[in-house]
């Protein structure tokens, strides 16, 4: 289901290393969120962003033709098995649904968004 306010890219036409390309694209908006769209912790972290009135770029790696690979990528970016939803805020990596939620709860996250320019309120 669309969230409004999110956009939806392919992957497809961007460099062929995973690491790269998730770099580029982590780069590129505000906010992006890795994610696949049958996962529940993904569906949650969409939601949380989209009521803050942020405008993520979502890229769903289960609807890309390069989607295993980025997930793999991700993987090893963070160091554990659970690789989506994966969050970057001004190009910087926060992380999986458990480091946005803490940065939420401790107050840091909207600062981050404000800084990255997702938020001006």
């Given at each position: ?34 994610s ?10 969409k ?73 001006w309120?």
């Open positions: 289901m669309p969230y409004r306010g999110e956009s939806y890219t392919s992957t497809s036409n961007i460099g062929s290393d995973p690491m790269e390309r998730l770099a580029k694209l982590a780069s590129e908006s505000a906010v992006v969120i890795f696949v769209s049958t996962c529940c912790m993904c569906h949650a972290v939601r949380l962003f989209c009521g803050m009135g942020v405008n993520p770029a979502v890229y769903e790696l289960d609807q890309d033709p390069r989607g295993q690979e980025m997930e793999r990528a991700l993987t090893r970016l963070l160091g554990n098995s659970q690789a989506v939803p994966v969050v970057f805020i001004g190009g910087k990596l926060i992380g999986s649904m458990d480091r946005v939620m803490a940065s939420h709860i401790n107050g840091t996250l909207v600062p981050l968004l404000k800084e990255a320019g997702a938020l309120l």
